[in-house]
């Protein structure tokens, strides 16, 4: 399987500030996601993180909030800006491992912003 | 386009008795379906999927689900609840993942295993 870590597992932050979330895989992978989980609710897909060119991300989700970088095919990262109350959520990792037909999750980064 | 419905947002079982968690599926062409597990404060664990193999896939920790197409439906079940199945579910379905298209997550059915 691939294994996933993230840092930071969690944080609380201030409205108004950024924090860049960190997403290491110990293996190759094509596709790498950033999912948001808020509250009670399900996961919902922000972008799609692709090496060596822009992030691709899904109505509702701008660049200008959730920047996403993939410098290599083992690591991203997303960066929440300029953060509200609204931004507290689980954000996940994901990568789509093509030998097991199966896509990974992350453990997550629960966000708290005050 | 896929799209995927869990037809309750709560189910409660007592334990020791049998599970259905409900799952339809919409797809423009044979999907992949999978079925998350998520436990309090933990992070999404695959039960099992269907890749257009055997209708009736088997997961882990005794947990099944039957790959309906007439039906569009993908439901989970276990014979036998047990206190640890407590936690919430999603099902979730992709047109073709490896296409590069969306994986798409069910709103989630939260299980509740009564003593």
């Known amino acids: 399987s691939a294994v996933i870590s993230q840092k930071p597992s969690r944080d609380i932050c201030q409205r108004g500030t950024s924090l860049t979330i960190q997403c290491q895989v110990d293996?190759?992978?094509?596709?790498m996601f950033w999912y948001r989980q808020q509250p009670g609710q399900s996961l919902t897909l922000i972008a799609t993180a692709n090496q060596g060119s822009e992030a691709t991300y899904e109505s509702g989700f701008v660049i200008d909030k959730f920047p996403i970088s993939r410098p290599n095919l083992t690591f991203s990262t997303l960066t929440v800006s300029n953060m509200s109350p609204e931004d507290s959520s689980i954000y996940l990792c994901?990568?789509?491992?093509?030998?097991?037909?199966?896509?990974?999750f992350g453990p997550g980064t629960r966000l708290t912003v005050l | 386009a896929q799209s995927v419905t869990q037809l309750d947002s709560h189910v409660s079982v007592s334990e020791g008795t049998p599970v259905l968690l409900r799952c339809n599926y919409s797809?423009?062409?044979?999907?992949?379906l999978f079925w998350y597990v998520q436990h309090p404060n933990k992070g999404l664990q695959l039960l099992l999927k269907y890749t257009s193999a055997a209708t009736l896939v088997k997961g882990i920790n005794g947990f099944e689900a039957e790959f309906k197409k007439s039906e569009t439906s993908f439901h989970l079940t276990k014979p036998s609840a047990h206190m640890s199945d407590a936690a919430e579910y999603f099902c979730?379905?992709?047109?073709?993942?490896?296409?590069?298209?969306?994986?798409?997550f069910g709103k989630g059915t939260r299980l509740h295993i009564l003593p």
């Open positions: 797809s423009s062409y044979s999907p992949s």
């Open positions: 979730v379905v992709s047109d073709r993942p490896f296409a590069g298209d969306k994986i798409i």
């Open positions: 994901s990568v789509l491992a093509v030998p097991y037909n199966e896509q990974f």
């Open positions: 293996s190759q992978v094509t596709m």
